[in-house]
């Protein structure tokens, strides 16, 4: 199983980035899709999750700015990223639940500027 993201780069103050995670390889079926990030010197985070039942959770900071959709067809999940902040910058990581295992993706870079 392999997940890789894509979408991240350099996006000012106020400014939208949209990351995408394609889940692929032998595998019966995903459950849960989401986004965490890891800004340098803190913990990892938890930013949105979506389930295939179709509930979704995001994390206070990122609420009314951030929306995930996933694809549970297709293996893919989303996460549109408005009204960005500086300390929105971190390094952004795709997770999946797949065959009741957690996966991980490498990550993708987003920084933001003042």
């Known amino acids: 199983v392999r997940l890789v993201e894509s979408g991240g780069g350099l996006a000012q103050l106020g400014g939208s980035l949209r990351l995408s995670c394609v889940v692929s390889?032998?595998?019966?079926?995903?459950?849960?899709m989401g986004w965490y990030r890891e800004a340098p010197g803190k913990q990892r985070e938890e930013i949105a999750v979506t389930t295939r039942d179709g509930n979704t959770k995001y994390a206070e900071s990122v609420k009314g700015r951030f929306t995930i959709s996933g694809d549970f067809a297709e293996n893919t999940v989303h996460l549109q990223m408005n009204s960005l902040k500086p300390e929105d910058t971190a390094r952004y990581f795709c997770?999946?639940?797949?065959?009741?295992?957690?996966?991980w993706g490498r990550g993708t870079e987003v920084t933001v500027s003042a």
């Open positions: 390889g032998s595998f019966l079926s995903t459950l849960v």
């Open positions: 997770s999946a639940v797949v065959d009741g295992v957690g996966e």
